[in-house]
């Protein structure tokens, strides 16, 4: 038996007849009174716990108090910051009035993983007696995994494999009829469900869509760039015409692209998990996994890839062996200079560009000049350092027997323009520190970067161009915003002077040493050769993104410019649209700022999110683990930069915070780009949520020498700042010590 008091209670002010039309009704039993906000169960926002809810009341008087103190409680503290925080300014309040049951078992049910957002997984947690002792932590539950008609238990409650199933049903019955996972609390007695509550799961991350009907296979191009944070729709644009992607789906602020097709051409397969293996292991596994469905992958139509190869792939790494041949290490300032001149040119075309033909002009830019650029003859010689690092290797294990020798040869390499802006940030910092009224001013807030010098000035005309993030056009770039340059020069404050020198210099010795050593023993000119041309060509490798980078800064320059001058609303706005609706816009036509206003709500929810690295159209998502030498307890990752290090954790998902971080501290963190490569001059260690064998901050942590692991999900959430924790960069583990 249940009871509702109605929405118009609480909108007219609580008018006397309720109490009346209460006081007539027989209430015997022990009633739950729960809040049922208008606002809440939304698909994006649940309100679960913000307003109160009352169990194990009875009597007229206590029952009329109960729901009193639910109405009130919409406008309690924690209530009145969710609304805020999701833009929630319509609401009232109604409150339902249930007979209690007293269970022998009760819990709920997931539809749908929250934690991984697999919808063809259910999960059931179960305690005994009522489900407050679960959602209290009073009880430790049973939980019950569903997966194609399997079940994996933990724990010890005892309900029949029967009544799960019979209860996934139930589950199932409930999801179809509001048409979304729902998370759903239940109670069993006498051997009969009882249903309390259902409600939308609101942390599901999208699902992409497939076009066919046929089930396809995405992965995250986050997880490869290692920028996982929400794109907003205009980054989105570029990324994806860079890419030649015909078809990228757009889920939850992220760009998935889509594999399917590539699954079943065993070259270009061969080619991702290449690609996969070296940027981030958990994607390679789990593509490993879906290539283990024969069926699936016979059953793949034919059609057109969803992405195109570069036309120039072959004729670029034949280029690069040509150059190693001749040992031809001019390429590196001609392809320099050849770079700069791209850039002074495009500043100079851009100029003569307004309105829509602006838009037109980026456009055919990064068709015609960006992608050419990115795919410069330069990639080739970058792609057979790559293959020379193996061969490299595999000599150290035969002569020295090391098996990590390339991140000593790796370490303070030539021709790293990433490496090179962390050096010459430290720099600054070296002056900053002989000013300590610019060190007070700095640490109190200060922004205006003309204090600290001209030096600073040169720095921007170089990197200005540069973020965290910086694959997204939107970021705001270090000219910007300086905020998080100040944050980290004030961690780079906590170093000696000459810090970023001397770590610099004592990895150029470390590096001579162990070649010195190898060559003594292998006693090979091809060797020599291949190690010169290593050291002297892979620091290259972040070269053409900072280029990308430079022009992107040209693009929008421009795009900020022309939305001033035709007077759009807030700058931010050009953001929300795509190129069409960008053109549009310049062009002088309306511009839909509701459907702008909507996708800043929505964006704002998305980031919250934890996009999947491998999933399906219909919601099934891969969940990779990565095999390794772990103690018990510890958090599993991939070791990326050999070594073993104890020290406290610094916790950080936003670069602006860099400044809190001490000497001797291990930087947790969901991801590093170039941005953060300034930070790696302040920590003994690395751990991060995201990446590789060769992404950025594996490569850096391996050129300064710092233990690293990556790929450790949820590090940010399950390691606390302050925590003592040991990092294993060879195994790939990290243990939380007492």
């Given at each position: 038996m249940g009871y509702v008091i109605t929405t118009k209670v609480f909108d007219e002010k609580y008018p006397i007849e309720w109490e009346t039309e209460l006081s007539s009704l027989s209430l015997n039993g022990i009633y739950a009174v729960r809040s049922s906000s208008t606002a809440e169960d939304m698909p994006a926002n649940s309100f679960a716990g913000q307003q109160d809810t009352y169990l194990n009341i009875s009597g007229l008087e206590n029952i009329k108090n109960a729901i009193n103190n639910c109405f009130a409680s919409i406008n309690n503290e924690r209530a009145l910051h969710y609304r805020e925080k999701n833009g929630i300014h319509t609401f009232s309040m109604a409150v339902v009035l249930q007979e209690m049951v007293a269970p022998e078992y009760s819990g709920v049910m997931f539809t749908a993983d929250p934690s991984s957002s697999d919808r063809l997984t259910t999960i059931i947690e179960a305690v005994s007696g009522l489900g407050e002792e679960l959602v209290s932590g009073r009880k430790i539950p049973t939980m019950y995994k569903i997966k194609n008609g399997n079940i994996q238990k933990s724990g010890e409650n005892k309900i029949s494999d029967e009544k799960i199933y019979e209860l996934v049903q139930i589950g199932n019955k409930i999801q179809n009829s509001f048409g979304s996972e729902q998370d759903i609390e239940w109670c069993l007695k006498d051997d009969t469900f009882y249903i309390v509550q259902a409600r939308p799961i609101t942390t599901l991350y999208p699902k992409p869509q497939s076009s066919d009907g046929f089930k396809r296979c995405y992965y995250s191009m986050g997880h490869l760039q290692m920028m996982t944070n929400t794109i907003l729709p205009l980054g989105g644009e570029f990324l994806s015409l860079m890419m030649g992607t015909e078809s990228p789906s757009f889920c939850g602020g992220r760009i998935y692209v889509d594999i399917t097709r590539h699954l079943k051409s065993l070259f270009r397969r061969n080619l991702l998990l290449w690609e996969f293996k070296g940027f981030d292991k958990r994607i390679y596994d789990g593509v490993q996994e879906v290539l283990q469905r024969k069926e699936y992958i016979r059953s793949i139509p034919k059609g057109e890839f969803s992405f195109k190869l570069p036309k120039n792939i072959l004729p670029t790494i034949i280029m690069g062996w040509k150059t190693y041949i001749k040992n031809d290490v001019s390429v590196i300032q001609k392809y320099f200079r050849r770079m700069e001149d791209s850039v002074k040119e495009l500043e100079k075309e851009i100029a003569n560009h307004h309105e829509?033909?602006?838009?037109?002009?980026?456009?055919?830019?990064?068709?015609?000049?960006?992608?050419?650029?990115?795919?410069?003859?330069?990639?080739?010689?970058?792609?057979?350092?790559?293959?020379?690092?193996?061969?490299?290797?595999?000599?150290?294990?035969?002569?020295?027997?090391?098996?990590?020798?390339?991140?000593?040869?790796?370490?303070?390499?030539?021709?790293?323009?990433?490496?090179?802006?962390?050096?010459?940030?430290?720099?600054?910092?070296?002056?900053?520190?002989?000013?300590?009224?610019?060190?007070?001013?700095?640490?109190?807030?200060?922004?205006?970067?003309?204090?600290?010098?001209?030096?600073?000035?040169?720095?921007?005309?170089?990197?200005?161009?540069?973020?965290?993030?910086?694959?997204?056009?939107?970021?705001?770039?270090?000219?910007?915003?300086?905020?998080?340059?100040?944050?980290?020069?004030?961690?780079?404050?906590?170093?000696?002077?000459?810090?970023?020198?001397?770590?610099?210099?004592?990895?150029?010795?470390?590096?001579?040493?162990?070649?010195?050593?190898?060559?003594?023993?292998?006693?090979?000119?091809?060797?020599?050769?291949?190690?010169?041309?290593?050291?002297?060509?892979?620091?290259?490798?972040?070269?053409?993104?900072?280029?990308?980078?430079?022009?992107?800064?040209?693009?929008?320059?421009?795009?900020?410019?022309?939305?001033?001058?035709?007077?759009?609303?807030?700058?931010?706005?050009?953001?929300?649209?795509?190129?069409?609706?960008?053109?549009?816009?310049?062009?002088?036509?309306?511009?839909?700022?509701?459907?702008?206003?909507?996708?800043?709500?929505?964006?704002?929810?998305?980031?919250?999110?934890?996009?999947?690295?491998?999933?399906?159209?219909?919601?099934?998502?891969?969940?990779?683990?990565?095999?390794?030498?772990?103690?018990?307890?510890?958090?599993?990752?991939?070791?990326?930069?050999?070594?073993?290090?104890?020290?406290?954790?610094?916790?950080?998902?936003?670069?602006?915070?860099?400044?809190?971080?001490?000497?001797?501290?291990?930087?947790?963190?969901?991801?590093?780009?170039?941005?953060?490569?300034?930070?790696?001059?302040?920590?003994?260690?690395?751990?991060?949520?995201?990446?590789?064998?060769?992404?950025?901050?594996?490569?850096?942590?391996?050129?300064?020498?710092?233990?690293?692991?990556?790929?450790?999900?949820?590090?940010?959430?399950?390691?606390?700042?302050?925590?003592?924790?040991?990092?294993?960069?060879?195994?790939?583990?990290?243990?939380?010590?007492?």
């Open positions: 829509g033909e602006l838009v037109s002009f980026i456009e055919r830019d990064i068709q015609n000049n960006l992608v050419k650029a990115f795919r410069d003859p330069i990639w080739g010689c970058i792609s057979v350092a790559r293959v020379i690092a193996s061969y490299i290797k595999k000599k150290s294990e035969k002569y020295i027997g090391e098996n990590d020798i390339i991140s000593e040869i790796g370490k303070s390499i030539p021709n790293n323009i990433t490496s090179e802006m962390g050096i010459e940030l430290g720099r600054i910092a070296d002056i900053v520190r002989r000013q300590p009224e610019l060190v007070d001013y700095l640490k109190n807030g200060g922004e205006d970067i003309t204090k600290i010098g001209t030096e600073f000035s040169a720095f921007l005309n170089k990197y200005g161009c540069r973020c965290s993030g910086e694959i997204d056009i939107t970021k705001p770039r270090y000219s910007e915003e300086h905020k998080a340059l100040i944050a980290i020069l004030l961690a780079d404050l906590n170093q000696p002077d000459g810090h970023a020198d001397i770590i610099f210099e004592r990895g150029l010795k470390e590096s001579q040493k162990v070649i010195d050593e190898l060559l003594m023993k292998a006693k090979s000119k091809v060797l020599k050769k291949r190690i010169l041309f290593y050291r002297n060509f892979w620091g290259l490798r972040e070269a053409p993104k900072y280029y990308m980078m430079r022009q992107f800064w040209v693009y929008k320059q421009a795009l900020i410019k022309e939305a001033k001058r035709l007077g759009i609303r807030n700058i931010d706005d050009i953001y929300y649209m795509d190129f069409k609706e960008l053109k549009s816009a310049f062009c002088g036509n309306k511009i839909n700022y509701e459907k702008i206003d909507k996708m800043k709500i929505d964006y704002n929810h998305y980031e919250i999110l934890n996009p999947p690295r491998i999933v399906f159209s219909d919601g099934e998502v891969i969940k990779t683990f990565h095999d390794t030498k772990a103690p018990n307890n510890s958090l599993v990752g991939i070791g990326v930069s050999k070594g073993t290090i104890i020290g406290r954790a610094r916790v950080i998902v936003d670069i602006f915070n860099a400044k809190d971080i001490q000497q001797g501290e291990i930087l947790v963190t969901r991801f590093t780009d170039p941005s953060w490569t300034p930070v790696f001059l302040s920590i003994i260690g690395l751990v991060t949520e995201v990446g590789g064998m060769v992404t950025h901050g594996s490569v850096v942590a391996r050129e300064y020498g710092l233990p690293a692991v990556v790929g450790v999900d949820n590090a940010t959430k399950s390691i606390c700042t302050g925590d003592m924790i040991r990092v294993n960069g060879e195994d790939g583990w990290v243990e939380i010590l007492p």
